[in-house]
């Protein structure tokens, strides 16, 4: 599909958003038509009385775009597509939609989780043209989430039920706007791998350097027997550092938050990724 989508967390909060207001003064008929968004979809939007979970979900199926003729076809809502809007043109047609509407959402108040959850899925909100605007890079907070998620449950890593709960805690509290809570998390979530890494090879591997307490040690341990190259060692120390320094003086607090969160799972990937090949060595150096 050519249109990223967004998360179904985030189609959830632009529920949570529109319900907010759905029986209150704002008429949505009036706002989405002076917006530019189609006639046709504000009708079929009203028709369905405004229930924003049953719009977005036959969006995304595609199922929003056509109606059953008493005669039992299928037939078009779409003007001009009559006869031929294939089912993928309408899943297609449907994410832009949801994109648009996901935009517009985040002009109305109460949306601050919303632009958390967009920012999750790689997306920032331009709010005058209402579009999704691909953040810079490949880089998704959601995606990264699902592999690193991936990862620990094939891993075998000690306490992995620890670490998953952080990875979890440290997106929803991003989500949630709580900034603090959410970077402690994340610095947590590195915390528990290497810890889990090293007392892992420290029981299996058979190596003469003693174990030693705390995660900055750890992480010179993890080199001395050879699971970090040097150039990961410098990587992983300035990793910890940033995480672990709390406030940076000129960097908003949501940023530091969103920034420490892909840096957890990003890094957090890597040492997983290793610590399979490491397990396999028999904690042993690579040669």
Known sequence: MAVQPVSQRTIVEMTRVFDTFINRTIN??????????????????????????????????????FVRT??????SI???????????????????????????????????????????????????????????????????????????????????????????????????????PSLNESRSLIQALIDGISTETDTHGKHKTKLPGGTGPRIEFLTKVGFFTADEQAAFNSAWGSLSA????????????????VLAFEFGQLLLLKFANWRSNGYKKFS
């Open 246 to 261: 709390g406030s940076h003086p000129g960097v908003p607090d949501s940023d530091q938050a969103r920034i420490g969160l």
């Open 28 to 65: 949505y008929g009036e706002l989405l038509y002076e917006k530019d968004f189609p006639d046709w979809f504000v009708i079929q939007a009203a028709q369905r009385g405004w229930d924003w979970v049953s719009i977005l979900l036959a969006l995304r199926r595609g199922g929003f775009f």
């Open 78 to 180: 779409v003007p001009d597509h009559e006869h031929s809007l294939t089912d993928d043109e309408a899943k297609l047609f449907g994410e832009g939609l949801i994109r648009k509407l996901a935009a517009f959402a985040c002009t109305l108040p109460a949306s601050e989780s919303l632009m958390r959850s967009l920012q999750l899925d790689g997306f920032e909100v331009n709010k005058e043209k209402l579009k999704l605007v691909p953040l810079e890079g490949p880089v998704s907070a959601a995606e990264e989430e699902d592999r690193l998620t991936r990862l620990v449950k094939i891993s075998g890593i000690p306490d992995s039920a620890t670490i998953l709960r952080h990875i979890a805690d440290a997106q929803s509290l991003y989500s949630e706007g709580k900034d603090h």
């Open 70 to 75: 008493t005669a039992g076809f299928r037939q």
